[in-house]
């Protein structure tokens, strides 16, 4: 198995004659399979997503946001962001370039309604918790675009459908809102974060140490401790040890691989201690959780569809 870096988490379909990708998220487990998902990271393009069932939350380097059934969410291109799942919990993402959103490319409407609020700078997470009316409009238009792409067939009328509701849901937004830089603090914030994470994402399989995450972040020890403590109410270690289970879960996926296997990919020094660490993390052996996994998909309606 490929050891993947996916702290920076680039959309697959971006080369493709439809790039939009979407992931139907329940329980924390994406459809289709895509690792990272549920880490803290970032992306080039503009993602939409609408929580269709139960509780998740939401981190930025700056806010946390307790996103709630019916509500929505915004990240525009290269905000740091990470969505943890509750128990029972449905959400649906929508990633795709902000070029989808061109109407009438070559004219200076683009460049007014999207480019100067989708600029790399910005780094803008919003959430439509239903504060105002028309948060109301966003969500909606956001369902009737999960409702075409869990259709069984992606017909080019439905994909259409797909990407003008895409449009609507983002004119509602620009119409009722204005763009807002983050702070040079922020701004700066994040980019150690992207920089630290980026590192870890490459590196989790590595014996390293919080030195040298500092030195790839180009801050002192001292200040990456604050970077994460602002941002992640963690440590940089406690995270690299969240991160690597979490690498192990998606490993374990994969009903051929050894638990030795799984350890050494994951960045553990051991079995023994992978399995120790895990079983207190997660409750249950690594070997119990690819059993409950494997009979868990196994199970009618959670195949998922998107």
Known sequence: MEKRTEIHAPNPMLETDFPLLVLDVRDGISYPPRV?????HWHEDVQFIIFVQGSASVDTPENH?????????????????????????VYTSFVFPARVLGLLPGGDLPLQAVSRRT????????????????????AACLAKVRAAAMAESATPEKRYRM??????????YIDNSEPV?????AAKL?????????????HYADPIETCDI?????????????????????TPHAYLQSLRLDKATEFLRDPDVSMAQVAARAGFSDSSHFSRTFKK?????????????RERLCEPGETGNA
């Not at 990407?163 to 509602?172: E, F």
């Not at 830089?181 to 603090?185: G, I, R």
């Not at 994040?190 to 490459?202: C, D, I, K, N, T």
């Open 163 to 172: 990407v003008a509701y895409l449009c609507a849901a983002w004119s509602c």
């Open 281 to 293: 993390a997660l409750g249950m052996t690594p070997t119990a959780y690819q059993r409950a996994l």
């Open 181 to 185: 830089a983050p702070s040079k603090a």
């Open 190 to 202: 994040s980019e150690r974060m992207r920089a630290a994470l980026a590192f870890m994402g490459g």
């Open 36 to 40: 990272g998902h549920n880490e803290m």
């Open 214 to 234: 500092a030195r790839a972040a180009c801050v002192s020890e001292s200040a990456l401790l604050r970077c994460f403590r602002e941002t992640l109410q963690t």
């Open 65 to 89: 946001y307790s996103c709630q059934e019916g509500s929505a969410l915004l990240v525009t291109p290269d905000a740091l962001h990470r969505v943890t799942s509750a128990k029972g919990s």
């Open 119 to 138: 600029d790399a700078r910005m780094q803008t997470v919003v959430h439509f918790d239903g504060s105002e009316a028309w948060h109301g409009e966003i």
